[in-house]
């Protein structure tokens, strides 16, 4: 009689201030403007809430909120190479812009066998050139529809609306477990994966997530400097 097979844990993560330590759409919209695949105003129009952010004044989530939609304004009819290329140039010069304790982590993860699948709200094109430096087993990120070489401007995928969903397709097709399972994210919009993984973590959480790891007993972790404390 042939014994079961073994199914791979799985470990989930949300990227974009969670590993990478900016938004990597935030980066790829700036580096557009720069290389002149959009137009300078672009710049000008994040202005308001980028500083309200760093000065206290506003929230992250809004100014990353306005860099979304601005890119959904703008990359109607740019072509997917140019896309392509200037993503090449921003992971090329900022693929270390990491935070330690989830790069530790991914390395020991792999180490133990885990399928590893990262979850981001930006752009595929960008998680992609991401994941060249970092390996995950699978990448998901926002996808736009593509004709002739250029982007309609219309989504079609958006997975930081359903990131649970995304989690419980991948272990369903992939044959993984849940059991063990590691889950990492810092803001609201990751309770789902967190919810569904035997170890989740909330790694330097906004106001919302800390609230709710602290009502469901989840861990806490924050990277400030060249200390990392556990909670």
């Known amino acids: 009689m042939k014994s079961k097979a073994v199914k791979k844990r799985v470990a989930v993560f949300d990227i974009d201030g969670t590993i990478f330590r900016s938004s990597l759409q935030r980066e790829l919209i700036m580096s557009l403007v720069k290389y002149g695949v959009f137009p300078p105003i672009v710049r000008k129009e994040l202005e308001h809430d980028y500083f309200a952010w760093v000065n206290r004044q506003g929230n992250y989530e809004d100014y990353i909120m306005r860099v979304v939609r601005s890119y959904e304004r703008r990359i109607g009819a740019v072509a997917v190479d140019d896309v392509r290329h200037v993503a090449r140039l921003v992971i090329e010069q900022q693929k270390s812009r990491v935070y330690t304790f989830t790069r530790d982590l991914i390395k020991n993860l792999k180490k133990q066998g885990y399928y590893l699948l990262a ?3 930006s752009p595929i094109e960008i998680v992609k050139e991401f994941n060249r430096f970092y390996h995950f087993d699978a990448v998901v990120g926002m996808v736009f529809e593509v004709k002739a070489g250029r982007y309609t401007g ?10 649970k969903g995304v989690l419980e397709q991948y272990v369903t097709q992939h044959k ?3 059991r063990g399972s590691v889950g990492v994210g810092d803001t609201e919009s990751d309770v789902g994966f967190l919810e569904l993984v035997t170890r989740p973590v909330c790694f330097n959480p906004n106001s919302n997530l ?3 790891a602290r009502r469901r007993g989840w ?3 924050v990277e400030r400097k060249d200390v990392i404390y556990r909670f």
């Open 154 to 163: 219309q989504v079609l995928e958006i997975p930081i609306h359903d990131k």
């Open 176 to 178: 993984l477990s849940l």
């Open 219 to 221: 861990q806490v972790v």
């Open 210 to 212: 800390y609230r709710i």
């Open 119 to 121: 979850i981001s709200g």
